[in-house]
Nanobody, 115 residues
Framework: QVHLVESGGGLVQAGGSLRLSCVASGDTICIAALGWYRQAPGQERELVAVAITRGPTNYADSAKGRFTISRDNAKNTVYLQMNNLKPEDTAVYYC?????????WGQGIQVTVSS
């Protein structure tokens, strides 16, 4: 079992920045890899970035160069620093923890970028 709680979303103008946080609790094996996904209205949920404990990070092409994922392993927290935000980044952002054959998700947090 994994519990994920996101915070930090909101409304920002294009070119602005936001930092999302996700606090994870539960099975330590299952929170070794924590990621961020997003889902815009009418679109499928897509990967934004993923970070593995003391391991590599991976980004979607849309996030490279603008977003940075990082972890504070002592706090079981993963962050997503989003810079130079664009209106097309508007979506609900979800924290994710893959766990054996299941996926755990946070409640989702809205990010809205105005032009």
């Amino acid at each position: 079992q994994v519990h994920l709680v996101e915070s930090g979303g909101g409304l920002v103008q294009a070119g602005g920045s936001l930092r999302l946080s996700c606090v994870a609790s539960g099975d330590t094996i299952c929170i070794a890899a924590l990621g961020w996904y997003r889902q815009a209205p009418g679109q499928e949920r897509e990967l934004v970035a993923v970070a593995i404990t003391r391991g590599p990070t991976n980004y979607a092409d849309s996030a490279k160069g603008r977003f940075t994922i990082s972890r504070d392993n002592a706090k079981n927290t993963v962050y997503l620093q989003m810079n130079n935000l664009k209106p097309e980044d508007t979506a609900v952002y979800y924290c994710n923890a893959p766990c054996y054959t299941a996926d755990y998700w946070g409640q989702g947090i809205q990010v809205t970028v105005s032009s």
